[in-house]
Each structure stands twice: as structure tokens, then as C-alpha cells.
């Protein structure tokens, strides 16, 4: 059916043929290919005449005809009405697309992820608190999906802003921590206090040679952190980490640590996907955020993907156990 | 002779031969003023055509006005021959479709393959 509303009148205008054409054409020049209209080298593809997946690109070329000054029919009459009548509108079957974002490792739903979908029709919707974004009433055809993470927490900004500074590195003094010391819990204990989250500090022993010559007040380390029986930090630890906790990772067999500690930071963006919609259909497409941290290295403050993360990826239940995170924004 | 057929005529019948018959020349002097003139058809002429593309069609299943006003109008489009043409004889001669689909899918072939066909040609 050329249109399931309008009918171009016979003979077709040559003139509004090219028009429509033409608006067709440049209409769809942005959208993921392949695709109905271009291979993936950007080559043309003729229209089909019987596709049902582009009834609706059928349907936009006869509007933009008859935008261009070609004659419409109706075509909701059939055996007992005339031809003849002119009609604006058409309406094709639409589709729906529901679109998951999850969390990876820990899986968990992600809310405030920003998913746009650019195709045929294009559009950018926010995830609910179940990680989820429905988009309706989409014209059929292929379709990108992209997300990104568009939620704000102050420490996390916090955090963020480090990313790259050398001033907590192992070999740089930063008082009260002198240089080729690792410094994770004091940037931690930084930005917690810049973001107007205080943590209290706890007195520890200054020795030389064995014998004790001051103490200095000091932030809780990584295992202090840890520790959920912890009497110095109040905290409250949380199964399911969001942006802003602190993630904190406690190992006895370590000699010039106790552990590390960091901030969660936001996620990756989810890898693009296409999905090819027909009419009528209600698609799903699942995008998966990486969970990232903030944290101080030896060198500089560094986000990434892997520390903390990879005892997740690996199943390391034994090192997963000694990791707690802690929310410190209500 | 022609023959005008029951099944024809049962579709027909609410809407008046004579009415559709005069309203369908009125469409057809609009639209196809130049090949009607080219061929300096009368009325009378205009109505033969009618009656021949209306038995015509019968043979397709095509019953209703509106898809037989169609039929007609391909008639005059593309002459007489239509009905062999590569393009439209396998829709027409298709079991598994009604009058309407054939009349559907004739629509949307001249509309986009056969115009993009003849295009890649230029």
C-alpha cells in the first residue's frame, strides 16, 4: 500500500515526486546506516513499494508530496465511498522501544542515564529509578541507541575535579603525609571535607627508632573505612553503590597499606547499539554503564574502571568481601 | 458485448451506474486532460472505456468503485495495455490477493519501484 491514509492522485506530479524525494532523502541523511534509504557506504536505497518496516517512511514521503503540491487522496473510504477527498494527515504503525540501563559489575538499575535513540525519529528520554526508558509512538526502522550517565552527586563532582592532579602522588609530600607514602584515605578525607561531609580524624603515634615523639592527628585509613563495626566513621555502608560513595577495600597481607579507598565515581557510557523496529513492535535493548571510582594512584588521581571492580568481574568473593561502600550523601 | 457482471453490480448498486459512470468522466477530464484530448475523446467514448475497463477489472476481482476508479485511471495512465505490463500483470493476476491489495500494491509499485526503475534509467 503506498500509504495506509493518502494516496498520491494518478498521474503522478513529476515535479512534487522530486520534492518529496529530495526531503526524504536529506530527512534521513543523519541516521544510523545502513539503513531503508542509504547503504553503509551513504549510496541511495530506492524506497520499497511493499516493505511493511517502511510503511512509515512511505507514509512521510506522500506527505511531503503533497507538501510539494502533489494531489491527495483519501483512501478511508473504500467500497461504498468515492474517491477524491483531500486529507492531511497519515498515521503509519508506530513502535515502541523500552530501553534498560544497568549497572556492571554489581548489577543494579541506573537512574538519571540520558538515552537517545537518532533514526528515523529522534529523541532523548532520562531513566527511571528502575533503570528504565520507554520511548513510543516511533516510526518503524533502524534505529541508534547511546546513553549516558546525567545524574549529579557533589562528591562525586568533588572527586571528579582531582582527576589528574599529582598533589596526592606517592612521592609528593602533603602534610601531615610525607612523600613516598600512599595518600588514597587523605584524598578521600580532602574531598569528603570540601564537599562539606566531615570525617573525623583519629591520633596516631610519630616514631623514630622505636621511641614515640608526637602524635599527629590523622584521617581514617582504608581499612578504618572498611570496617563496618568502625566506631570512627558513622557512614552507613550500602549493598548497591551509587555515585558519591566512598568505596573502600581492606587487605591485611598488604605491608605499606592497610587497603584503598576511593569515590564512586559515574558510569561509562553505555556501548551504541542499533535496533531495527517494524511496525507495531515493542523492542527492548539493554545498555550496560561500567562502574568507574575516583581515587588517588601512585602517581596522580586517576578514574578508571578496574580497581575495586575486577574482584566483581572475577567472582573473587574472598576479595569482594573485604570491600564496603559507604553512602555519605543521604 | 459487454457485461456488466451481478458481483459488479451488487457493489455498485447503492451508488448509482449512471451517477458513478458521470462522476468517474468528470475525475478523468480533470486528471487526464491531455490524453484525453490527444485522443479527442467524447463522452460517449469516455463511457466505453469505462465499461470495458469495468469488465476488465471483473476478471481481477476488483468490485468496488473506488478500486475500479483506480483501475480505470492505470488504463488511462498507461494505455491499454496495462494489464500486461510487467510490472502490473503479476499483481493482478496474483490468487492470493483481493481487488483492493492488487489495486493497494499497483498504487505503491508506480508510486516508488516503477518511478525509481525508470529513474536509474535516466
Given at each position: 500500500m503506498t500509504s495506509n491514509c493518502s494516496r498520491p492522485a494518478r498521474p503522478l506530479n513529476s515535479q512534487a515526486v522530486a520534492a518529496a524525494d529530495q526531503a526524504l532523502y536529506t530527512a534521513h541523511k543523519n541516521d544510523p546506516r545502513p539503513n531503508a534509504l542509504f547503504d553503509a557506504a551513504g549510496r541511495k536505497r530506492h524506497l520499497s513499494a511493499t516493505d511493511p518496516a517502511q510503511e512509515c517512511l512511505r507514509d512521510e514521503w506522500v506527505r511531503s508530496?503533497?507538501?510539494?503540491?502533489?494531489?491527495?487522496?483519501?483512501?478511508?473510504?473504500?467500497?461504498?465511498?468515492?474517491?477524491?477527498?483531500?486529507?492531511?494527515?497519515?498515521?503509519?504503525?508506530?513502535?515502541?522501544?523500552?530501553?534498560?540501563?544497568?549497572?556492571?559489575?554489581?548489577?543494579a538499575p541506573v537512574k538519571d542515564a540520558?538515552?537517545?535513540?537518532?533514526?528515523?525519529?529522534?529523541?532523548?528520554?532520562?531513566?527511571?529509578?528502575?533503570?528504565?526508558?520507554?520511548?513510543?509512538?516511533?516510526?518503524?526502522?533502524?534505529?541508534?541507541?547511546?546513553?549516558?550517565?546525567?545524574?549529579?552527586?557533589?562528591?562525586?563532582?568533588?572527586?571528579?575535579?582531582q582527576i589528574g592532579s599529582t598533589d596526592w602522588a606517592r612521592a609528593t609530600a602533603h602534610p601531615p603525609f610525607p612523600r613516598n607514602t600512599w595518600k588514597c584515605n587523605l584524598f578521600v578525607f580532602d574531598v569528603t571535607t570540601e564537599a562539606g561531609f566531615p570525617v573525623p580524624q583519629k591520633p596516631h603515634e610519630?616514631?623514630?627508632?622505636?621511641?614515640t615523639f608526637g602524635t599527629?592527628?590523622?584521617?581514617?585509613?582504608?581499612?578504618?573505612?572498611?570496617?563496618?563495626?568502625?566506631?570512627?566513621?558513622?557512614?552507613?555502608?550500602?549493598?548497591?553503590?551509587?555515585?558519591?560513595?566512598?568505596?573502600?577495600?581492606?587487605n591485611p597481607a598488604y605491608t605499606a597499606a592497610t587497603g584503598h579507598v576511593g569515590i564512586v565515581s559515574y558510569p561509562k557510557n553505555g556501548t551504541p547499539e542499533t535496533k531495527t523496529l517494524s511496525p507495531g513492535d515493542n523492542g527492548n535493548v539493554k545498555q550496560i554503564m561500567r562502574r568507574q571510582s575516583v581515587s588517588a594512584g601512585g602517581v596522580s588521581i586517576d578514574e578508571?574502571?578496574?580497581?575495586?571492580?575486577h574482584y566483581y568481574d572475577e567472582g573473587n568473593t574472598v576479595e569482594t568481601s573485604r570491600i564496603l561502600f559507604r553512602r555519605m550523601s543521604p | 458485448m459487454l457485461t456488466i457482471t451481478k458481483a459488479q453490480m451488487e457493489a455498485l448498486k447503492a451508488a448509482d451506474f449512471r451517477r458513478f459512470e458521470s462522476e468517474l468522466i468528470t475525475r478523468l477530464r480533470e486528471n487526464f486532460a491531455p490524453v484525453i484530448e490527444k485522443h479527442d475523446l467524447d463522452d460517449a467514448s469516455l463511457r466505453q472505456i469505462i465499461r470495458q475497463g469495468l469488465v476488465?477489472?471483473?476478471?481481477?476481482?476488483?468490485?468496488?468503485?473506488?478500486?475500479?476508479?483506480?483501475?480505470?485511471?492505470?488504463?488511462?495512465?498507461?494505455?491499454?495495455?496495462?494489464?500486461?505490463?510487467?510490472?502490473?500483470?503479476?499483481?493482478?493476476?496474483?490468487?492470493?490477493?483481493?481487488?483492493?491489495?492488487?489495486?493497494?500494491?499497483?498504487?505503491?509499485?508506480?508510486?516508488?519501484?516503477?518511478?525509481?526503475?525508470?529513474?536509474?534509467?535516466?
Open positions: 508530496y503533497g507538501n510539494a503540491g502533489g494531489k491527495l487522496e483519501d483512501t478511508t473510504f473504500k467500497s461504498d465511498k468515492r474517491p477524491g477527498d483531500v486529507i492531511q494527515e497519515c498515521h503509519c504503525s508506530k513502535a515502541t522501544l523500552t530501553v534498560t540501563v544497568r549497572y556492571e559489575p554489581l548489577d540520558a538515552v537517545t535513540i537518532s533514526g528515523p525519529a529522534t529523541k532523548s528520554l532520562t531513566t527511571d529509578a528502575t533503570g528504565i526508558a520507554k520511548f513510543t509512538d516511533l516510526p518503524p526502522g533502524q534505529y541508534e541507541i547511546t546513553s549516558r550517565y546525567v545524574g549529579t552527586n557533589k562528591l562525586a563532582d568533588h572527586a571528579r575535579l610519630q616514631k623514630k627508632f622505636g621511641i599527629v592527628m590523622l584521617p581514617p585509613n582504608a581499612e578504618d573505612w572498611a570496617n563496618s563495626s568502625s566506631t570512627l566513621i558513622t557512614y552507613p555502608t550500602v549493598a548497591t553503590p551509587e555515585p558519591g560513595d566512598v568505596v573502600a577495600y581492606a578508571d574502571d578496574q580497581i575495586f571492580w | 476488465r477489472s471483473e476478471t481481477y476481482q476488483i468490485y468496488s468503485e473506488y478500486d475500479v476508479t483506480r483501475f480505470i485511471e492505470y488504463v488511462f495512465e498507461y494505455g491499454n495495455q496495462f494489464e500486461s505490463l510487467p510490472w502490473a500483470a503479476p499483481i493482478l493476476t496474483a490468487s492470493h490477493l483481493s481487488g483492493e491489495e492488487k489495486m493497494d500494491r499497483l498504487d505503491a509499485v508506480s508510486a516508488f519501484s516503477l518511478r525509481q526503475n525508470e529513474e536509474s534509467y535516466r
